[in-house]
């Protein structure tokens, strides 16, 4: 898929953007702080309906629009696909004073209303950015994002489990508190560990279904991207409390029984944290390059490499689900790397149908700026094309 035409109005720091682009790959230059970063994040969002950066929709509107009587941000595109062409409209309501203006997103697909859950991934994309490194190094909270912003772009059934799961949870922690007070029976938690269990399964056999492919498939980029000097392994560990879970391949059935054995062994603990110990809100993945903990051991150019082979990795998994082609985003990412490690990403991106690319330092990159089917330039919340180097 590729996306034809693009419209951004009062979004982050852009007024009204109207852009054509075109199939292959295209560059967009300038200065930091110009709007490059904002221009892909607006893309990735109506691709999964979430900012890539924001914590809340208030900060996606543009600045100088907050204080007024209706603050609205839209979004636009028009893609081609073998599913068929597609228009796709996000709205993004942010606080207002009026009681009858509810805060949000409101979407369009095809000119039909729809809930967030039906319109995500129906344009699917994949994010490179320069913080990927956190997938590899941060906290087990980046790579549930990693999983859960990739899968919920092929499988909407795991979208509704997760959004099923976080309403359970809350209700479930409310009630070992008030066990924990004294206040409510131990017996009150049968209910919500079938309910929690329910929904973890579905969450868990998706995880461990893509990283299936998303393993292999990583550990092929991290042998073409170092010359066959790097070995990545990547490893899920669900949150099973202790029960071993890695004797897979295993049924959504068979994860949910385990995540109920998992919650009746530790309720004793659970009552006394007034917290839900195991499930998928705890899960991790295991990165190890060339045998060792990546977060711990790893180089910081061995963790830029493994962070890459995993968005590699899951342009590949998108691929195969969708039986078409995501558009690929690189927000100056490939400036950082050597001239090999970005022929070797430049190499498998090629066979994408859209590339965006993003950059401050264009001279670092002229094998690209001489590739690039559009030419753009970024400037102060404006985007001009150009011809040319």
Partial sequence: MFIFDIQIANYRNYGRVSLKLDRGLNLFVGDNAQGKSNFLEAIYLMSTLRSSR????????????????????????????SAGNLELEVAIVGRTTDA???????????????????????????LFTTLDIDIVAGP??????????????VDRGYLRAMQRYAKVL????????????????????NFWDQELAHSGGVIMQARADALGHVALQAGFQMDRLSDGQERIEVIYRPALGGLDAN????????WTARMLRALGMLRSREI????????????????EINGMPSDSFASRAQQRTAALSLRLAEASYLRRALGDDPVVLLDDVLSELDARRRRGVLE?????????VTTADPDRIRDIMTRAAGRYLVSA???TRFEGE
């Fill in 54 to 81: 924001a914590s809340n929709d208030a900060d996606l509107v543009r600045r100088d629009l907050l204080q007024t009587e209706f603050p609205v941000a839209r979004l636009s595109c028009e893609v081609e696909r």
């Fill in 100 to 126: 009858t203006h509810r805060a949000g997103k409101r979407v369009r697909v095809n000119g039909v209303p729809k809930r967030a859950s039906d319109a995500v991934g129906q344009l699917a994309a994949v």
């Fill in 140 to 153: 087990p909270l980046m790579r549930r994002r990693y999983l859960d912003m990739m899968i919920s772009q």
């Fill in 170 to 189: 809350q209700q479930r922690n409310s009630l070992l508190k008030r066990v924990q007070g004294r206040e409510a029976s131990s017996a009150e938690l």
């Fill in 247 to 254: 004797d897979s391949p295993i049924d959504e059935t068979e």
């Fill in 272 to 287: 006394a944290a007034g917290a839900t110990l195991v499930g998928p809100h705890r899960d991790d993945v295991l990165i």
């Fill in 348 to 356: 498998f991106i090629d066979s994408f149908q859209q590339t965006i």
């Fill in 381 to 383: 919340g404006t985007i």
